[in-house]
């Protein structure tokens, strides 16, 4: 089992940077792949990025590519979403999720573990 805790989320204005961070702890991190997603008011959950078990490749939905970053360090238990040229469009609660098997899914319903959400807000 895999508990996950993000943060680094806050206010910032358009054309700006954040870095969130998730924090996992439990066994065999390195054995889940993992990913964010984000959740705007009355909006569904989407897909924003994903990992590999060992961080060597990773995927991006459309909307963020090119400006967000997601990497991990397993020997410290933390994946991280580096987010670049923010947009008013980029707001939202992010998420943490663990799962086992395969990577790069895209459906949230796929992901065993989840983090509690950090509220990114962009002023424009």
């Known amino acids: 089992q895999v508990q996950l805790v993000e943060s680094g989320g806050g206010l910032v204005q358009a054309g700006g940077s954040l870095r969130l961070s998730c924090a996992a702890s439990g066994r065999a991190f390195s054995r889940y792949a993992m990913a964010w997603f984000r959740q705007a008011p009355g909006k569904v959950r989407e897909f924003v990025a994903a990992?590999?078990?060992?961080?060597?490749?990773?995927y991006y939905a459309d909307s963020v590519k090119d400006r967000f970053t997601i990497s991990r360090d397993n020997a410290k238990n933390m994946v991280y979403l580096q987010m670049s040229s923010l947009k008013p469009e980029d707001a939202a609660a992010y998420y943490c999720?663990?799962?086992?098997?395969?990577?790069?899914?895209?459906?949230?319903?796929?992901?065993?573990?989840w983090g509690q959400g950090t509220q990114v807000t962009v002023s424009s």
């Open positions: 990992i590999t078990w060992s961080g060597g490749s990773s």
């Open positions: 999720a663990a799962k086992s098997g395969t990577w790069g899914d895209r459906n949230p319903r796929l992901y065993n573990y």
